[in-house]
């Protein structure tokens, strides 16, 4: 049975068939929400627009660009991109990465990207305010059914990055990317620190001093 369009199913798993998470996802007053479809369940969350959501996100993925290009690491990046295998599953992570020889494996002009004709990003990246459990949770098995190779979590209100490396539909801790070889996860968690009493502009000089030692 299709949900009747309202805002109280935002930030829960839902039972539902696959049309019947279309028919709620595609309703008008979700136009700006984020939509995860897992095990005959779905989840729809409202876009974040907070201060401290949206600057953990832009200075990690900021802290990202700056070391793969100077590392000269091929790597495209994607902001709240949709990715889709029809009647199976749906995510829609806050940052997604293609790097490597996979880095334009996702030609222009395509739009929701179907994981049946396209590979998955080699990163994924949830910044969590208020969906901490949740991204631990169920969303981390959904990406380990789906063969991510590096799941990272922003925790924007302990500070910290918190990274995976997955593999056989299992994860593990990492304190070092495996995707982006040579980069330490404390080095973005500082990053995160240094930001909460500095301009991203310190911060990035900052970064840019350790990338290149």
Not at 15 to 21: C, G
Not at 118 to 147: C, F, H, M, Q, W
Not at 182 to 187: S, T, V, Y
Request: charged share 20%; aromatic share 12%; hydrophobic share 35%.
């Amino acid at each position: 049975m299709v949900t009747t369009p309202t805002l109280s199913i935002i930030n829960s798993w839902v039972s539902a068939t696959w049309d019947e998470y279309l028919a709620n996802i595609e309703n008008y007053i979700y136009e700006k929400a984020k939509g995860y479809y897992y095990n005959y369940e779905y989840r729809i969350e409202m876009t974040p627009i907070g201060n401290d959501h949206s600057q953990d996100h832009a200075i990690i993925n900021h802290a990202i660009y700056l070391y793969a290009t100077i590392k000269n690491i091929p790597l495209n990046g994607k902001d709240n991109c949709s990715y889709r295998q029809p009647g199976v599953f749906e995510i829609q992570p806050d940052l997604s990465y293609y790097i490597g020889d996979n880095a334009n494996a996702i030609p222009w002009g395509t739009g929701i990207v179907d994981i049946s004709q396209y590979p998955a990003p080699n990163l994924v990246i949830e910044v969590s305010n208020t969906s901490l459990s949740d991204d631990l949770g169920k969303k981390r098995l959904l990406y380990e059914d789906l063969g991510i190779a590096e799941y990272w979590i922003i925790d924007v209100q302990n500070v910290q990055v918190i990274a995976f490396k997955i593999e056989n539909q299992g994860s593990k801790r990492i304190q070092e990317s495996q995707v982006l070889p040579g980069l330490e996860i404390k080095i973005l968690t500082e990053a995160l620190e240094r930001s909460r009493n500095s301009n991203h502009t310190t911060v990035s000089s900052w970064l840019l001093q350790q990338f290149q030692q």
